[in-house]
């Protein structure tokens, strides 16, 4: 199952970052949850792992490439000087801007894929995701072994 769900998500990646490309963009699909969730409001990489679902590890490093890139920038917390909060850059707006539109049209292109496949994609993956997040795999498979024995 972890093979096919990584092929999976590289060949929705590959086809993105080929759109990207093709669109002038010099911006990886891996950038997308960081994006939006700015856009949508997180300020912090704790509030963008909240809302993306993704590693405090792969989120600091995705913010990271983008910092360099110039897409976004690093401003001190006026509650906490210690913190930082993330926000874009002029670039980094005006990407977003480009990609906003473009979002739209991935969503519908799910929705093609969905109905090609005849399985609510988006729905599965969601719901499969809030069962492991209740129960794990690793309790799954030790309470499966303990039938076995």
Known sequence: MGELLRYTAELVDQGAETVYRDM?????????????AIAGGARTVGEITDASRLTQGAISQTVGLMIQQGLLERLPMAEDARKSALAFTADGRALLRRLEPHWSLVFEAIGTLEAEIGHPLLDVLEATASALEHKGFAARLTEVRGLHR
């Open 24 to 36: 002038g963009l010099d911006y990886r699909a891996r950038y997308t949850p960081v994006m939006r």
